[in-house]
């Protein structure tokens, strides 16, 4: 199996920065996805990385580096809508399934 | 983008029944459907995956007879859960994929309670 560890929670301020990191160690690493969730819902997709380095889209920002199992969601700005559960998943080689962190609840505070 | 929709988006059920939810992809064809449970508080976790015209790969410890998986289409894949319980109760997350896509589009989800 996969070991994907990312901390239970974060608080943090509106208009402030929080950084979600995930430590993962799978065989045949094949990419890894971001997904925000909110209670009661299904998640939706944040972002993607396969290749090492910084993907940023918007208030967003996922880092990868391969050679340490690390990645990161940055999210700036924060706005009380940001408050929401982060899954960190992993996704093998040779296989479209994703297997899922714990998730980080983050709650942003006024 | 693509959209995926489950129904019914929540069922109340007497134990010992069995419950159909259903997964379709809207506007896009599905090679790959996943069904995924998640507990209160708890992340997702992969049940089976599904491919179209093939039988469902479940993951361990999912007993494949009490929840029955279906793909009969492209755009439609069935989870049933027999005989259900108590500790049945879920929500149950399904996404679909098509073929070499990065991304799995996820389905809003079915809340589950069995009495």
């Known amino acids: 199996g996969q070991n994907i560890d990312q901390p239970t929670e974060m608080t943090a301020t509106e208009g402030a920065i929080v950084q979600i990191n995930c430590t993962y160690q799978t065989s045949g690493f094949n990419g890894l996805f971001w997904y925000q969730q909110h209670a009661g819902e299904a998640p939706t997709f944040l972002s993607y990385n396969v290749l090492d380095g910084l993907e940023e889209k918007g208030r967003f920002s996922s880092f990868l580096s391969r050679s340490k199992g690390y990645s990161y969601l940055l999210l700036k700005e924060l706005q009380m809508k940001d408050s929401a559960s982060y899954l960190c998943a992993v996704r093998l080689v040779n296989d479209y399934k994703l297997s899922f962190g714990a998730g980080t609840t983050v709650t942003v505070r006024a | 983008g693509a959209v995926v929709s489950q129904h019914p988006s929540r069922v109340i059920c007497k134990s010992g029944t069995s419950v159909k939810i259903e997964c379709r992809s809207l506007?896009?064809?599905?090679?790959?459907m996943f069904w995924y449970r998640q507990f209160p508080k708890q992340s997702l976790m992969l049940m089976a995956t599904s491919n179209e015209g093939s039988k469902a790969t479940y993951e361990q410890g999912v007993e494949k007879d009490k929840f029955l998986i279906n793909h009969a289409s492209l755009t439609l894949s069935t989870l049933t859960v027999t005989s259900a319980h108590p500790e049945d109760s879920s929500f149950y997350i399904c996404s679909a994929t098509s073929g070499g896509a990065n991304e799995q589009f996820f389905g809003p989800g079915t809340r589950l309670t069995v009495l």
């Open positions: 506007d896009f064809q599905a090679t790959t």
